[in-house]
């Protein structure tokens, strides 16, 4: 049973530049969430999707949009680009009744120059 | 809003026991979890706590109460491989499946 995957694991952008991050949910769960982890910080809440739509979104500019697919896969995109931007994009995936547990993929190290 | 605070490092021995705390702020939340990240890898869930009290899952327990805003992460028996960061997270109520986490605390655990 193949757990959550992400590509690329790593990605090198310059700023302005436009990219896009993709997600596999493990198998059976239909929640796909998205978190960016600075280095030595803890992950912070993108934003969640289920049944293909934004279920909510944390506190992170336009600039970030994302999409639900209807085999539940996702993908992250972020515009214009900021030296900011550069960390650790994580993917998570659960079921809708049990959001509490979420399974983490390995993670888009995205570096911005 | 919600914040949660760690401490920032802690050491400890082989075989030893450790104890991670986790204090919040919250205007209401479904439950407190724990997950476990090695250097550059996936957070892996650990724990949940919905209640109060204490949840045993092999070497690691979970504790939550409610009425002092805190929890705590229990390791017992610790072995090398437990050297990673912990994390506490909340998950506040009518956010969805959101999970607030906290800084993280580096555990080294020392031969």
């Known amino acids: 049973d193949a757990g959550v995957t992400q590509s690329p694991t790593h990605l090198i952008k310059t700023r302005g530049q436009q990219v896009t991050l993709r997600c596999s949910p493990k198998?059976?769960?239909?929640?796909v969430s998205w978190y960016q982890q600075a280095l030595g910080q803890g992950p912070q809440f993108i934003f969640q999707?289920?049944?293909?739509?934004?279920?909510q979104r944390g506190n992170f500019p336009d600039r970030f949009s994302g999409h639900q697919f209807p085999n539940y896969s996702s993908e992250l995109n972020v515009n214009a680009l900021l030296l900011g931007d550069s960390a650790l994009y994580l993917c998570?995936?659960?079921?809708?009744?049990?959001?509490?547990?979420?399974?983490f993929g390995p993670g888009t190290r995205l570096t911005v120059t | 809003g919600q914040s949660l605070e760690q401490p920032s490092e802690v050491t400890a021995v082989e075989g030893a026991i450790v104890q991670i705390n986790c204090t919040y702020q919250?205007?209401?939340?479904?439950?407190l979890s724990w997950y476990q990240q090695h250097d550059g890898g996936a957070p892996t869930f650990l724990s949940y706590?919905?209640?109060?009290g204490l949840e045993e899952t092999g070497r690691f327990s979970s504790f939550l109460s409610r009425s002092d805003s805190y929890g705590y992460l229990l390791l017992q028996e610790l072995q090398m491989k437990d050297s990673a960061s912990y994390f506490c997270?909340?998950?506040?109520?009518?956010?969805?499946?959101?999970?607030?986490f906290g800084q993280g605390t580096e555990l080294s655990v020392k031969p």
């Open positions: 998570a995936s659960s079921s809708a009744t049990s959001d509490y547990e979420q399974y």
């Open positions: 198998s059976g769960h239909d929640t």
């Open positions: 999707y289920y049944e293909e739509e934004e279920r």
């Open positions: 919250t205007s209401g939340f479904y439950g």
């Open positions: 706590n919905a209640l109060d």
């Open positions: 997270a909340s998950r506040p109520r009518n956010q969805g499946g959101k999970l607030i």
